[in-house]
């Protein structure tokens, strides 16, 4: 019997920075054992399209039974769980090959959103006990980082496998290029991701709050 994987995803730098927070964290968390399960960390390309097709494989190939998504968003100030996964690729700037889609589906025939199915708000609860900075936040952007959050809910709509994304800040190193941009040391960033896998991993189901964001 296949044992339990729980696959991490991060992506590889892009737009100009020597690295990428969400992928320092996840290759430190490979291995890591929660519950019955092992993490999988695996890099994702910041492209169009190119970050899908390698998603698919390892679903295909690991089959895990927990999914957590992460990536960098440059002037957060702390982990933002991400509720809803919009069907549109508008990008500010060019992917890693050159691609600035503008107003084009992720998926031509997906209905216009998904929503995690991750215990977002009880991963936040937690976090914040422990205090981490956290928060629910309504909004993953028109980028890859949507573009991947969206494909993966798609990708597992109809299999039993609870999914999402979580956006990170930036590193102390990279907010130092970005002056006035918050960060978050690695460490903190790995020790968060660890207690919200867990959390993901044992809550069933999520806190019932009020409002948006917790607050």
């Given at each position: 019997?296949r044992?339990?994987?729980?696959?991490?995803?991060?992506?590889?730098?892009?737009?100009?920075e020597?690295?990428?927070?969400?992928?320092?964290?996840?290759?430190?968390?490979?291995?890591?054992?929660?519950?019955?399960?092992?993490?999988?960390?695996?890099?994702?390309?910041?492209?169009?399209?190119?970050?899908?097709?390698?998603?698919?494989?390892?679903?295909?190939?690991?089959?895990?039974?927990?999914?957590?998504?992460?990536?960098?968003?440059?002037?957060?100030?702390?982990?933002?769980?991400?509720?809803?996964?919009?069907?549109?690729?508008?990008?500010?700037?060019?992917?890693?090959?050159?691609?600035?889609?503008?107003?084009?589906?992720?998926?031509?025939?997906?209905?216009?959103?998904?929503?995690?199915t991750?215990?977002?708000?009880?991963?936040?609860?937690?976090?914040?006990?422990?205090?981490?900075?956290a928060?629910?936040?309504?909004?993953?952007?028109?980028f890859?980082?949507?573009?991947?959050?969206?494909?993966?809910?798609?990708?597992?709509?109809?299999?039993?496998?609870?999914?999402?994304?979580?956006?990170?800040?930036?590193?102390?190193?990279?907010?130092?290029?970005?002056?006035?941009?918050?960060?978050?040391?690695?460490?903190?960033?790995?020790?968060?991701?660890?207690?919200?896998?867990?959390?993901?991993?044992?809550?069933?189901?999520?806190l019932?709050?009020?409002?948006?964001?917790?607050?």
């Open positions: 019997m044992p339990a994987q729980i696959l991490l995803t991060g992506f590889e730098p892009f737009g100009g020597s690295l990428n927070p969400s992928w320092e964290v996840a290759q430190s968390l490979h291995g890591l054992k929660i519950g019955g399960a092992s993490v999988v960390a695996a890099q994702l390309p910041c492209v169009f399209g190119q970050a899908l097709t390698l998603l698919d494989e390892l679903l295909q190939r690991h089959q895990p039974v927990l999914v957590l998504a992460l990536g960098l968003a440059g002037g957060r100030c702390d982990l933002s769980l991400e509720r809803v996964a919009i069907n549109v690729d508008d990008a500010r700037i060019a992917d890693n090959r050159g691609a600035c889609p503008v107003d084009e589906p992720v998926c031509a025939d997906g209905p216009a959103a998904y929503f995690s991750l215990p977002i708000k009880a991963m936040v609860a937690a976090l914040r006990v422990a205090g981490f900075p928060s629910v936040s309504q909004t993953a952007g028109t890859v980082c949507n573009h991947v959050f969206y494909g993966l809910q798609h990708a597992l709509r109809d299999r039993p496998v609870r999914s999402g994304f979580m956006h990170i800040p930036y590193l102390p190193e990279q907010a130092a290029l970005h002056p006035g941009q918050p960060c978050m040391p690695l460490q903190t960033m790995v020790d968060g991701v660890k207690l919200a896998l867990e959390v993901a991993w044992r809550t069933e189901v999520d019932r709050q009020s409002g948006g964001a917790i607050s």
